[in-house]
């Protein structure tokens, strides 16, 4: 065996390890990317929906309160509670998520919060007025007001740009994913094609060996 061959012969074996290195670090890196993008998938749309859910309760809450004010019925009461409840737990649902959040889409949330709030203080008053049996214009007069069109306006403008935010955020995500597969197939068509040159290597080197 000559110089060369011998030469050759001592860069087969590393290049092999280099090849089945370079893909066992390139499935790894894909995996872990692809976790991280898919637990930021799941969160984001898990605000969307939660956010989506809250809306529905307040507008599920209003209803109940319109119902009794008009009816002056307790069965409305029922639905109005339920709703009331669920608006809670809602509500601390989305403060978990959106404390992990950055500054600005935790101001967002605490806004939506307090208009929420103040939607919530202003059904309990108008229907406290009538279970009273106050005055029909006394929580008319409520009711016509502008007070509580601007709370629920202004929580549908706070949660319209979280929702917003978290569209953008799943863009983004897809984004990274498309781009990480990209990397990640020009990564093993690269330690492929090494892999091919040790073994072409090899094979020369076989024949030299058997000649």
């Not at 061959?5 to 089945?20: C, G, I, T």
């Not at 959040?101 to 919060?113: C, E, H, I």
């Not at 106050?134 to 509580?148: A, L």
């Not at 935010?165 to 498309?178: F, K, L, P, S, Y």
């Amino acid at each position: 065996m000559d110089a060369l061959s011998r030469k050759k012969n001592v860069w087969v074996m590393p290049l092999a390890v280099l090849a089945v290195a370079a893909l066992i670090a390139l499935n790894e890196l894909g995996y872990r990317r692809s976790v991280d993008a898919a637990n930021s998938m799941v969160s984001e749309q898990e605000k969307r929906s939660t956010l989506n859910t809250l809306l529905q309760e307040v507008l599920d809450a209003e209803t109940g309160q319109r119902g009794y004010l008009l009816t002056g019925d307790e069965k409305y009461l029922l639905p109005y509670a339920n709703a009331t409840a669920k608006i809670d737990s809602t509500l601390e649902t989305l403060k978990k998520i959106y404390a992990s959040d950055s500054a600005a889409q935790s101001a967002r949330f605490a806004a939506l919060s307090l208009f929420i709030t103040k939607k919530l203080a202003e059904l309990d008053v108008t229907i406290k007025i009538r279970r009273v049996g106050g005055d029909s214009e006394n929580w008319m007069h409520v009711v016509r007001s502008d007070v509580g069109r601007d709370y629920m306006n202004g929580a549908r403008e706070s949660a319209r740009e979280l929702f917003t935010n978290a569209v953008e955020n799943m863009g983004n995500t897809q984004h990274q994913i498309d781009r990480s597969l990209t990397v990640s197939r020009i990564g093993v068509t690269l330690a492929a094609l090494l892999g091919l040159l040790a073994f072409h290597l090899y094979l020369r080197q076989t024949e030299r060996l058997s000649a």
